[in-house]
């Protein structure tokens, strides 16, 4: 937010050029200032409307115990807060959360990159790869998720049988979690991929001319060129990640039949909290642990930039 | 740029060992990468009795088109396919031009409390239906919205995060394009419209892809949000209903690759733009 505002002043403030004359800027603020809020209007409209008023609206209701019906709810003060607190059952969701996450995004950071060197190393066919590598994220994730349920399922499943395998993969509370990433791997890894590959582009060829001038091997030129100039971009993809993973919903819920896996080994802190509203109809409860979970993203989000803006003045 | 540079080195480069290495690699990848959709396509082409056979096998020992038909004929999936559809298109209409207006009014206009509007919209970026859905359910719920596809489109149209990326984009727009329009004695609307919005026709084409496919992609929302079958997306409608009793194998595989099956046709053919629409979309967020 910090950094936001701080480019919307330098742009304001940028030096006039010497061509634009008095009256224009005249004209120009005029009109600004005039039509300037028309422009944002529409979008804040539905912000407000979407995202702004039902946070107040889960701040409101998580001091209170409504139900889903929407009657009359009471005043509980920080009740649903100090329950949640001595939740296991939410502690338990928000584990099964963290764990998936620290299990994807090494991963898929460490995958993505070595796609996109491989697909940017291949000279021949470089969209064949692309495709290959991206095309699991244009589908559904309930469709993906239903693809490698079915691949994993014991007995009719090809996983096992290709491998020659009979590994209980969907039933037992040692395998689950790790079936749900390895097909999250398979279904997201495209997007990093992506990003990673436009970042390889974007280095300049160079660089990599000036040091072979040098006398660096491929294997110093990728430590000292590559990486480093893809620092930013990892960055990225680790952000996008956690926040992505943290969310984690749509493929556990579907591959575990919505039930919340063996033994409750892969319960989410998304689907706890929507079973809470939905299934218990405990609304209070679940605005509680909506904002719980609001705040764990933003501490997330704030590190983010907390570190960007202390590299940024490091760099300096 | 690279077009010109792809080709000639596809013409000229030689197959040097490490390029042959490097290909059976890429080759390998890509078919751990494709292997479960050809299975799934494979099944699709199966009978129900053979879907269902233990030990499975890749290919059909008879192939036959039945599981395929029969989603035809049930109907459901017609519906789902339009209501996708639907939902999509007005999704992505709303958002790029919401969200065009926006990013322009935030990086080229002033009127009072802009700074502040400006970080409340960027706080925007950590909310979505994951994190606070029970209470914007209650809200849509409160507007009558419910099983609605206003209820469907309409929370799904304040991404936070395609304002930024217009934004920064219309920033780095050189004013002098706009001064000498206003010169000549044109308003803010015509010069967005006239000058603005072609020069940032790239721009928009990667918020309106990125858009459409997390559109028709979405589960978590419409699936909150409507209970009629008659009303559900394909992700919602195959998860929820072809899910709840006895899972046909042929007959869902063969409903998620229509569901996935748009996207992945409409990528081959505009291919560059997607990724680019992806990688800009995503880079932005640096």
Redesign the interface.
């Known amino acids: 937010?910090t950094t936001?505002?701080h480019?919307?002043?330098g742009?304001?403030a940028a030096p006039a050029?010497a061509?634009?004359?008095t009256a224009?800027a005249t004209?120009?603020?005029k009109?600004?200032?005039?039509?300037?809020?028309?422009?944002?209007a529409?979008?804040?409209a539905?912000?407000v409307?979407?995202?702004?008023?039902?946070?107040l609206?889960?701040v409101y209701?998580s001091f209170t115990d409504?139900n889903?019906s929407?009657d009359a709810a009471n005043f509980v003060g920080l009740d649903n807060y100090r329950e949640a607190l001595h939740d296991s059952a939410m502690w338990d969701a928000l584990g099964h959360s963290a764990y998936f996450t620290l299990l994807v995004v090494p991963c898929i950071t460490v995958l993505a990159f070595l796609?996109a060197m491989?697909?940017h190393?291949?000279?021949?066919?470089?969209?064949?790869?692309?495709?290959?590598?991206?095309?699991?994220f244009?589908?559904?994730?309930?469709?993906a998720?239903?693809?490698?349920q079915?691949?994993f399922t014991q007995?009719?499943?090809?996983i096992n049988?290709t491998f020659g395998l009979d590994t209980p993969w969907l039933t037992d509370k040692s395998y689950a979690m790790l079936a749900i990433v390895i097909e999250t791997l398979?279904w997201t890894v495209g997007?990093s991929f992506?990003?990673y590959?436009?970042?390889l582009?974007g280095i300049p060829d160079h660089l990599y001319e000036a040091a072979k001038l040098d006398g660096a091997n491929a294997w110093h030129r990728m430590v000292h060129i590559t990486l480093p100039m893809l620092r930013?971009?990892t960055g990225?993809v680790i952000a996008?990640q956690i926040?992505a993973s943290l969310?984690l919903?749509?493929q556990a819920v579907?591959m575990m039949?919505?039930g919340p896996g063996p033994e409750v080994s892969t319960r989410s802190f998304?689907q706890y909290?929507?079973e809470?509203?939905?299934t218990s109809y405990r609304?209070g409860y679940?605005?509680a642990m909506?904002i719980i979970?609001?705040v764990i993203?933003?501490v997330v989000?704030l590190a983010r930039m907390w570190l960007l803006r202390n590299r940024e003045e490091s760099g300096r | 740029m690279t077009t010109a540079v792809q080709v000639r080195k596809s013409t000229r480069k030689p197959w040097t060992p490490s390029q042959i290495i490097l290909t059976l690699l890429g080759v390998a990848v890509s078919a751990v990468f494709v292997a479960p959709i050809a299975a799934a396509l494979f099944t699709s082409l199966k009978s129900e009795a053979e879907a269902a056979e233990i030990p499975p096998h890749w290919l059909p020992k008879v192939w036959t088109a039945q599981a395929w038909k029969a989603l035809w004929e049930t109907g459901n999936i017609t519906n789902w396919f339009i209501n996708s559809l639907v939902v999509s298109v007005c999704v992505t209409s709303v958002v790029l031009t919401v969200s065009a207006l926006a990013g322009y009014g935030f990086a080229r206009t002033e009127f009072r409390g802009k700074g502040v509007l400006m970080g409340i919209v960027m706080s925007g970026l950590m909310i979505s239906p994951a994190v606070l859905g029970v209470p914007l359910f209650t809200t849509v719920q409160q507007m009558g919205m419910v099983d609605t596809y206003w209820g469907m489109i309409l929370p799904q149209c304040a991404p936070a995060a395609m304002v930024y990326i217009l934004y920064k984009f219309f920033q780095g727009v050189p004013r002098e394009l706009e001064e000498a329009a206003f010169i000549d004695g044109a308003g803010r609307w015509r010069v967005f419209f006239t000058i603005v919005v072609p020069l940032a026709r790239p721009s928009l084409a990667a918020v309106g892809i990125f858009t459409f496919i997390a559109s028709w992609n979405n589960f978590l929302w419409p699936y909150m949000v409507t209970n009629n079958p008659d009303l559900m997306t394909m992700p919602n409608g195959i998860a929820t209903v072809m899910n709840s009793y006895g899972i046909q194998w042929a007959q869902l595989m063969a409903g998620g690759l229509m569901a996935g099956l748009p996207l992945i046709i409409v990528f081959v053919f505009f291919q560059r733009q997607i990724v680019a629409g992806v990688a800009h979309t995503g880079l932005a967020g640096q």
């Open positions: 937010m936001s505002a480019m919307t002043t742009a304001v050029r061509r634009t004359a224009v004209v120009r603020r009109q600004g200032f005039q039509h300037g809020g028309w422009f944002v529409p979008f804040l539905l912000f409307l979407f995202v702004i008023w039902p946070l609206r889960g209701l409504a889903i929407g796609l491989l697909a190393h291949i000279e021949r066919g470089k969209w064949l790869w692309r495709l290959c590598f991206f095309v699991p244009l589908l559904p994730s309930t469709v998720a239903n693809m490698f079915w691949l007995g009719i499943g090809l049988e398979w997007f992506l990003l590959l436009a970042a582009q930013n971009i990225l996008l926040l969310q919903f749509d579907v039949d919505f998304v909290t929507l809470q509203g939905f609304v679940a605005s909506s979970f609001f993203i933003a989000a």
